[in-house]
């Protein structure tokens, strides 16, 4: 059972918007910033939005982060076929003392 | 760019002790605005963080309570590299694991080591 809450699935069609939640607690979200990792089959995650809506250097702008309270969003715009992938929140737990993660979506392009 | 290589041994019998070690290039492991990261990945547990060691004037390590009587993570100035033991494993410890650098800077994360605990 992990700690932030994300829905196991999502999908979309090519060209589409996709929204992805995650959903924490006044411990962790609430508090701190979040991360969105992206990881492709076979390989390590990738950070893709950092500070709940910093992309790193290489990062498209078609992926975008927000974060509300306790919960935080990823956002792709225009959904390509080589989105398909799992993407997973992060963030600094301070009641645990430690990084706490959502259990992962699996993206779909139809 | 910050590039983290792992190496050790896929294969641990249970009872024994895992180890593992993270080179670092592109960064140091002293430095004042990283912190450096054990993390696990398995079907069963997910993404699950170990622990970490970090240089803010001296030395600080903070571990993850599910794993905290069984880790050591330790840093090596020497050799810019960090290292994970946990001892005591048990078929439970099956993972993927990751070393990771967070902070200012980036977050970067090794390949990934695949480590089976079996007899």
């Known amino acids: 059972q992990s700690v932030l809450t994300q829905p196991p699935s999502a999908s979309g069609t090519p060209g589409q918007r996709v929204t992805i939640s995650c959903s924490g607690s006044?411990?962790?979200?609430?508090?701190?910033?979040v991360n969105w990792y992206q990881q492709l089959p076979g390989t390590a995650p990738k950070v893709l939005i950092y500070?709940?809506?910093q992309r790193p250097s290489g990062v498209p702008d078609r992926f975008s982060g927000s974060k509300s309270g306790t919960s935080a969003s990823l956002a792709i715009s225009g959904l390509q076929s080589e989105d398909e992938a799992d993407y997973f929140c992060?963030?600094?737990?301070?009641?645990?003392?430690?990084?706490?993660f959502g259990g992962g979506t699996k993206l779909t392009a139809l | 760019q910050v590039q983290l290589q792992q190496s050790g041994p896929g294969l641990v019998k249970p009872s024994q002790t895992l180890s593992l070690t993270c080179a670092i290039s592109?960064?140091?492991?002293?430095?004042?605005?990283?912190?450096w990261n054990w993390i696990r990945q398995s079907p069963s547990r997910g993404l699950e963080w170990l622990g970490r060691?970090?240089?803010?004037?001296?030395?600080?390590?903070e571990y993850a309570v599910s794993v905290k009587s069984r880790i050591t993570i330790n840093p090596d100035t020497s050799k810019n590299r960090f290292s994970l033991q946990l001892n005591s494993v048990t078929p439970e410890d099956t993972a993927v694991y990751y070393c990771?650098?967070?902070?200012?800077?980036?977050?970067?994360w090794g390949q990934g080591t695949l480590v089976t605990v079996s007899s």
């Open positions: 060691t970090y240089y803010r004037s001296r030395w600080y390590n």
């Open positions: 992060a963030a600094w737990d301070d009641s645990l003392k430690g990084w706490v």
């Open positions: 592109g960064d140091s492991v002293s430095s004042n605005s990283a912190a």
């Open positions: 990771t650098r967070t902070g200012d800077g980036g977050d970067y």
């Open positions: 500070s709940n809506n």
């Open positions: 006044s411990s962790n979200i609430g508090r701190n910033t």
